[in-house]
Structure formats: structure tokens, C-alpha cells
């Protein structure tokens, strides 16, 4: 089954944990707006239902679901179908990308993440937000995996692992942040952010696209 698959064919389940959870995915969306830009033109890859693209100003999403882009398409998304390890635009074409939990169901991170770094202007911000698999939401989703409609066939990855993974791919790593920290049926409140990593389940980190990899400026 492709990993595709459960998002065509649980659609409906995939939005109503956006509402069941609405502290929690608010309090996501404020740690990428935190690093999201506000200027320049962006994409989300793995856009989804454009739950994260729409209220951050991100005009186009790719996802291989059409089922998810025709929902991203009625929250104002410019839609285009396709895959994070064959983006089809242009070298150049965006100042920004953004990927929300998508880096732990494509096939390759490292096509992904070099994809990304050729569509992405020079000097291009790259934002990623994912589960920490270190974090105790990211310990549970593993325990849970094997009966998980949309996690079965996820590959988590540690704050580490994907700072690794963008310093491997040209990018330079400007700053982190987090949130979510308690279990996830206990946050009924937004939590705020919190620089840094290691605390929090919900990771946001903030690269930008150079030649070679190095440390951010200044």
C-alpha cells in the first residue's frame, strides 16, 4: 500500500484530529509561524489538507493525495500533485519551503531534502516541523505504530537525525524550536514555544539553503 493511500481513504479522520486536538495543533502552527516568512513566494511539500499552508501564508502545496489537495484547494492552496523526490518546478522557483510530518513518510529524506534545496532560490529558507522520536508523543506513536492507520508505514526521526539530514543536503541549520510538552491527551491549553530541542514532541527547525554545509551568518 502506498503511503498515499490512508490519506485518499481516511481523509474525513485525518481533519477531525485537527478539531479533537485544537490546542495542540495550534500551538504547532504558532512554533512554524515563528520561522515561516512572511514575504516571498513558498510551497509546502506534503502540503495536505493545507491546515498549515493556508493560515501561513504559503501559496502553493504538493501532495501525492488528491484527496487531501482537493481540501487544500478549497482553503485557497494553488495545488499541484507529485512527490517530495520529484518536485516538478523549476530550479529556483521559490524564497521559502515548508514540510509539516511529511519527512517521515517519504521514501527518501535525503532525495527529499535535495529537491527542495534545488527549487529554493539561493539563500532560500527551509522550514521543517515533525514529531521528535526521542519526545513521549513520539515514543507512543512507535509503541502504536503497527495499528496506526496513518503512522504504519512512518520512519521517525530524532531532533539530530534531521539536523544531520540538512546539514548532509546544503543546508545550514539557523535555529530551533519547540513545543507540545506533556502527553497529548492532557493539552488542552496552547503551549507555547520554547527555543532549542530535547523538551518538546513537536519540532520545528529553520534552515537556509547554501552551497556547502556550513553555519548560519552572524
Known amino acids: 500500500?502506498?503511503?498515499?493511500?490512508?490519506?485518499?481513504?481516511?481523509?474525513?479522520?485525518y481533519e477531525r484530529w485537527f478539531e479533537?486536538?485544537?490546542?495542540?495543533?495550534?500551538?504547532?502552527?504558532?512554533?512554524?509561524?515563528?520561522?515561516?516568512?512572511?514575504?516571498?513566494r513558498g510551497i509546502e511539500i506534503g502540503v495536505g489538507t493545507g491546515r498549515f499552508a493556508g493560515p501561513?501564508?504559503?501559496a502553493v502545496g504538493l501532495d501525492p493525495s488528491e484527496a487531501m489537495l482537493e481540501r487544500a484547494a478549497i482553503r485557497g492552496i494553488e495545488t499541484v500533485k507529485g512527490i517530495a523526490e520529484a518536485l516538478?518546478?523549476?530550479e529556483g522557483s521559490f524564497d521559502h519551503a515548508l514540510l509539516v510530518t511529511t519527512i517521515c513518510f517519504v521514501d527518501s529524506p535525503r532525495k527529499s531534502?535535495?529537491?527542495?534545496?534545488?527549487?529554493?532560490?539561493?539563500?532560500?529558507?527551509?522550514?521543517?516541523?515533525?514529531?521528535?522520536?526521542?519526545?513521549?508523543?513520539?515514543?507512543?506513536?512507535?509503541?502504536?505504530q503497527p495499528e496506526s492507520v496513518f503512522y504504519r508505514e512512518?520512519?521517525?526521526?530524532?531532533?539530530?537525525?534531521?539536523?544531520?539530514?540538512?546539514?548532509?543536503?546544503?543546508?545550514?541549520?539557523?535555529?530551533?524550536?519547540?513545543?507540545?510538552?506533556?502527553?497529548?491527551?492532557?493539552?488542552?491549553?496552547?503551549?507555547?514555544?520554547?527555543?532549542?530541542t530535547g523538551k518538546g514532541a513537536f519540532v520545528a527547525v529553520l534552515a537556509e539553503r547554501i552551497e556547502r554545509p556550513t553555519s548560519c551568518p552572524g
Open 88 to 90: 516538478p518546478f523549476a
Open 56 to 58: 501561513l501564508g504559503v
Open 20 to 40: 479533537e486536538h485544537r490546542a495542540a495543533y495550534i500551538s504547532e502552527l504558532l512554533v512554524l509561524r515563528a520561522f515561516v516568512p512572511s514575504q516571498g
Open 154 to 196: 512512518a520512519v521517525f526521526y530524532s531532533a539530530a537525525e534531521v539536523g544531520e539530514l540538512l546539514h548532509a543536503g546544503g543546508f545550514a541549520v539557523c535555529a530551533w524550536g519547540q513545543t507540545l510538552f506533556r502527553p497529548l491527551a492532557e493539552i488542552v491549553e496552547i503551549e507555547p514555544m520554547r527555543r532549542g
Open 1 to 13: 500500500m502506498a503511503k498515499s493511500t490512508p490519506f485518499d481513504l481516511h481523509c474525513e479522520r
Open 113 to 144: 531534502l535535495a529537491e527542495a534545496h534545488r527549487v529554493l532560490r539561493p539563500n532560500g529558507k527551509l522550514v521543517i516541523g515533525f514529531v521528535d522520536r526521542l519526545s513521549e508523543i513520539g515514543q507512543g506513536y512507535l509503541a502504536h
